[in-house]
């Protein structure tokens, strides 16, 4: 697997607070009225991110590697590993497949027969 590295463009990161002092997230630019997702504090400003995909997108503003920037702590309680889902395999596997293919068997003699019985009706 070829690994293709992309470079981050870093966004002049200041904060657009209204003079009311509203937060506002970095990505969306919704205002805030509760806590937010997380909170990063970058230079003299802090930046925040309103849910989980605003948060995934933080680092085209701040660029990567900023947990120990991160002033919310206490709401990440720990890294976690990333799982890789995998693939499902057929679940019928020695799981009673003899019974199962010989229930699909049954089932096509019979949709043959009634196949056969319409289209002798048809042909009378």
Known sequence: MEYKRTEVVKI???VEEEEDNTIR???CKKELNEKPWISVR???DI???CKYGCAQRLKYYIGTGYWDRVINKEDFPGPRP???SKVRKDITTNFGIEEIRLEIEE???RIQMIEDYESDDSSN
């Open 12 to 14: 002049d990161v200041a």
């Open 25 to 27: 997230c970095i990505n």
């Open 42 to 44: 970058c230079d003299e």
């Open 47 to 49: 930046v925040h991110a």
């Open 82 to 84: 990333v799982i890789q």
């Open 107 to 109: 089932e096509e003699k």
